[in-house]
């Protein structure tokens, strides 16, 4: 893996944890509701594993739509100069993040509304798709679940196709993937706790600031001094 696409990663995991908040209000009905329907007689093991697997459905279909629109971002790359098409991407791509941060610390408007028209959206999806998690492997369950409409989600996936190639999109939706992972497991069984430190406003001021610090050096600084600085080294 070279250093932009480590970079382009850890952009994604910190984008991911930041909509913790999201997942659990929008994810978390769907997260049990899915965990009763294929193990309602199993023990706490077996319901672990199932949500589990369902999450590598989900992971898997957000690096699938990553790929989709970084392929579309790489389109545009090589339809300008490589110079200024890399300069463009890599800079719609960093005020993109910086957005995302400014908007998880509350310092910017947020998604609502887009969070409005999906939960409406699941919430006339959760009857038809608890019948089809019933029927169908928790990795395939989780597959579906992750083209469920979302706010951030669409957010990621416009950083993801300012990355201009497929491995980076593949690797920001890959990162937002896992990092929203906490999240829904703890909304799964229950994680009362987990739930309150993630609406901390004093956490979630500190995780937007280092999202916005994140694209903020992801465009003023060069990637190979960037990657020196994270201890990434370059092939």
Do not use: K
């Not at 959206?121 to 395939?140: C, E, K, M, N, Q």
């Amino acid at each position: 893996m070279d250093a932009l696409t480590q970079l382009s990663l850890a952009g994604g995991v910190l984008a991911g944890f930041a909509s913790s908040l999201h997942c659990v209000g929008m994810c978390g009905g769907i997260a049990s509701g899915l965990m009763l329907s294929l193990a309602p007689d199993g023990d706490h093991a077996t319901r672990a594993r199932v949500i589990l697997l369902a999450q590598i459905g989900r992971v898997g279909a957000y690096v699938v739509a990553g790929v989709i629109v970084g392929l579309i971002g790489s389109s545009v790359y090589f339809s300008f100069d490589r110079g200024v098409a890399h300069a463009l991407l890599r800079w719609a791509g960093a005020v993109t993040l910086v957005y995302i941060g400014l908007s998880v610390a509350g310092w910017a408007p947020s998604l609502a509304g887009l969070d409005r028209v999906g939960n409406r959206v699941v919430t006339w999806l959760r009857a038809p798709l608890g019948g089809a998690f019933s029927a169908a492997s928790p990795v395939l369950a989780g597959f579906v679940w992750g083209f469920l409409p979302c706010g951030m989600v669409y957010a990621a996936l416009f950083y993801a196709m300012m990355s201009g190639s497929a491995a980076g999109g593949a690797a920001i939706m890959a990162g937002f993937g896992l990092g929203t992972v906490p999240a829904i497991i703890g909304a799964a069984f229950g994680a009362q706790m987990l739930m309150r430190l993630s609406q901390r406003p004093g956490l979630r001021r500190t995780v937007g600031l280092a999202i916005v610090v994140l694209g903020i050096a992801s465009a003023a600084i060069p990637w190979r001094t960037l990657a020196a600085m994270c201890g990434i080294e370059l092939g």
